[in-house]
């Protein structure tokens, strides 16, 4: 699975637009790109996937450019119990092992 | 319908006990993965079984081992524990196989190693 790289962390204010870049220069053709997130002491939990372009959903929004080495997860006006960690990953979204990996991910803070 | 659901929450051992770590999949899963999560990283992987197979493993040392049962219930199994074991185990389920996308994450037991 292709590794990503993303901001450790990263500071908000209620209201606002957060955007969490994630690079995977290395992705594979067969490679979707989702999206966790992760409150302290309980499970990740599924945000958003996609492929390529742009996908939404009620929760975020999902920004992929044409080479797919990046990705962006858009959170819009965020509140404070949105803060929490969030993890990019990158790996084939068919029949490839189960193993997901994880980084370090990005501690978002938002503040009142 | 209830989620993925683990037990205990959280658990205290001494260096060189044994612990089992029970997971229940939501109903109609058939797949049961689990996680180690030390404090300040990312989930690592340690095993997936599917249709009580095991399909995946981690780099987990052989103190490590877990099973599915019939019911697609999961037990993970650390023998002769160390203080580095201390973390959140994590199990996750799915439908099917290997979806990246469709894994639903139980709360976790919380292990502390004396």
């Known amino acids: 699975l292709a590794k990503t790289t993303q901001p450790i962390s990263m500071d908000s204010y209620e209201g606002q637009e957060v955007n969490i870049t994630c690079s995977h220069n290395n992705i594979a053709t067969n490679d979707y790109i989702t999206w966790y997130q992760q409150f302290p002491s309980q499970g990740p939990r599924f945000i958003i996937q996609g492929y390529k372009t742009k996908v939404t959903n009620e929760v975020a929004s999902l920004f992929i450019p044409a080479d797919r080495k990046s990705s962006t997860l858009s959170l819009p006006r965020v509140s404070l119990s949105d803060t929490a960690v969030y993890y990019c990953l990158v790996g084939e979204g068919g029949n490839q092992g189960g193993k997901l990996i994880f980084g370090q991910g990005t501690e978002l803070s938002v503040k009142p | 319908d209830a989620g993925v659901t683990q037990s205990p929450t959280h658990l205290i051992k001494t260096r060189g006990q044994h612990v089992t770590l029970r997971c229940s999949p939501i109903?109609?899963?058939?797949?049961v993965s689990w996680y180690q999560q030390v404090l300040g990283q990312g989930p690592q992987f340690i095993f997936q079984y599917y249709e009580k197979e095991e399909r995946g493993r981690g780099n987990f040392p052989d103190r490590f081992s877990a099973r599915q049962f019939p019911n697609y219930s999961s037990e993970l199994n650390v023998n002769a524990l160390l203080l580095g074991d201390s973390a959140l185990y994590l199990c996750a389920s799915s439908w099917q196989g290997a979806p990246i996308y469709g894994y639903t994450f139980g709360s976790g037991t919380r292990l502390t190693v004396v």
């Open positions: 109903s109609g899963h058939k797949s």
